[in-house]
């Protein structure tokens, strides 16, 4: 009887011994279940600041359709991506997806609405459009530095790739180099572009590229067809100051100096070799460069103190000054540095 009493009170320790041993590995406790191991880890330092980013701008990315006549008076349309650059309704894209040439524009916003839109300014050469629609309190873009660029840090493209289909579609990669110069089409070359290995497809045209921090950075613009990996954007910085106008004035007339010129990424192009600054390759009679008394063969260093290293500087510069200002122009001329007080006039 006392045998059959102990060795009952034996079985019971190994028993409870194996059920700890079994158990210890794992978080069970009074107070937990099994609910608890199903739960996700929402733990914020574990998302990706690429989320985080995307997150950010999302619903500030739109999707743009657009009508054209045709020379054959029928209608074609095309599918792009924009911005939202301000709550009042200012819409960034590009020139080619809803430029001022236009038949109608249809926005499609985040919260499912569609949308009318009006063309406000763009410009060609750049390939940038901005756009309005009669919308308030929008979710609005943060504009970065795209002055701050450098090769090799995250970059964030996001777009409507080959239609509405694929609306917002985030793709990711690195600024693979800064001040591009590619050829647009024949005899037309776009300059100082950003250049990124994100996939950017046909529908990104007009989305942004953002940093790591979700600041745009630039606007998505081209794409050479023949290679995989190389898209190029726009610089944002030079839309800075139409925006601040639009919103002051209700429009932007566009403030030129009345040259053709070039930088030094583009000398390559015409095989004429200059340390810095912007080469004269042609002026305008008329112009402000021409009656200050600029030449062609003339290398602008500065406009107002400010070092000239790109075409998107000068370009910033001017407008940034404006039309019906006097802007000092330090230039390296055939008898030496000289300045120039140029007249900055409208070209529209």
């Not at 309704?89 to 997806?97: A, E, K, P």
């Not at 390559?268 to 600029?294: H, Q």
Request: hydrophobic content about 35%.
């Amino acid at each position: 009887m006392i045998i059959s009493k102990i060795f009952k009170a034996i079985s019971t320790i190994l028993i409870n011994l194996l059920i700890t041993s079994t158990f210890s590995g794992c978080s069970f406790n009074k107070n937990s279940s099994s609910a608890q191991e199903s739960t996700p880890n929402t733990n914020s330092s574990n998302v990706s600041p690429i989320t985080t980013a995307a997150e950010k701008i999302i619903p500030s990315v739109v999707g743009i359709t657009t009508t054209f006549a045709s020379n054959r008076n029928k209608e074609v349309q095309g599918v792009g991506s924009g911005m939202i650059i301000d709550g009042s309704g200012y819409i960034l894209t590009n020139n080619h997806v809803a430029g001022t040439d236009a038949k109608s524009i249809k926005v499609s916003l985040y919260d499912g609405r569609d949308v009318s839109a009006n063309p406000v300014w763009s410009n060609e050469g750049l390939d940038l459009s901005i756009i309005k629609v009669n919308e308030k309190n929008l979710t609005p873009v943060q504009l970065g530095d795209s002055s701050k660029v450098r090769i090799g840090e995250t970059a964030i493209a996001i777009g409507n790739p080959l239609g509405l289909k694929f609306q917002r579609t985030v793709t990711s990669g690195i600024i693979s180099a800064i001040n591009r110069t590619i050829q647009a089409s024949e005899g037309t070359f776009m300059e100082d572009l950003i250049q990124t290995d994100a996939s950017i497809n046909p529908g990104n045209s007009g989305g942004p590229l953002s940093n790591i921090n979700g600041e745009v950075i630039a606007i998505n613009s081209a794409k050479i067809t023949s290679a995989e990996g190389i898209g190029f954007a726009v610089p944002i910085n030079i839309v800075k100051p139409v925006l601040k106008s639009l919103k002051e004035t209700g429009k932007f007339n566009t403030p030129v100096i009345g040259i053709v010129g070039f930088d030094k990424s583009m000398a390559g192009y015409l095989d004429i070799n200059f340390e810095k600054g912007i080469y004269i390759y042609d002026i305008a009679a008329g112009s402000g460069s021409y009656e200050a008394g600029l030449k062609k063969g003339d290398i602008i260093l500065s406009i107002n103190g400010k070092e000239l290293k790109s075409m998107n500087d000068l370009r910033e510069t001017v407008y940034t000054i404006g039309a019906s200002n006097t802007a000092k122009v330090t230039a390296k001329t055939s008898t030496g540095t000289k300045d120039f007080n140029v007249k900055i006039k409208s070209s529209s």
